[in-house]
């Protein structure tokens, strides 16, 4: 059974900084690429960043600039800095990975999410 758990959520004000970490537990081989996905509020769920397994980042431009997601292969997790906030940027955020669970079968999971809330 593959877990993927967020933390880090929270209320922040406006100009404010959060850290979102996201821990990839149970049995799986390897992780591919992780990203990070928010919903606001009467939204659709949008893509924020990536990560491949190499290290190479993609940034959605909304938060270009601003975030930055990064990885730590070691311990399976991955981080989305959040830097300048704005009240747009409030939403549940979710973690997403592509795993190899085993030989040749892969699977895309997803966490429960974490809100995040940014006060004007």
């Known amino acids: 059974q593959v877990q993927l758990v967020e933390s880090g959520g929270g209320l922040v004000q406006a100009g404010g900084s959060l850290r979102l970490s996201c821990a990839a537990s149970?049995?799986?081989?390897?992780?591919?690429?992780m990203r990070w996905y928010r919903q606001p509020p009467g939204k659709q769920r949008e893509w924020v960043a990536g990560?491949?397994?190499?290290?190479?980042?993609s940034y959605a431009d909304s938060v270009k600039g601003r975030f930055t997601i990064s990885r730590d292969n070691a311990k399976n997790t991955v981080y989305l800095q959040m830097n300048t906030l704005k009240p747009e940027d409030t939403a549940v955020y979710y973690c997403n990975a592509d795993l190899n669970v085993s030989g040749s079968n892969k699977g895309q999971y997803w966490g429960q999410g974490t809100q995040v809330t940014v006060s004007s």
């Open positions: 149970g049995s799986f081989i390897s992780i591919n690429t």
């Open positions: 990560i491949g397994s190499y290290g190479i980042t």
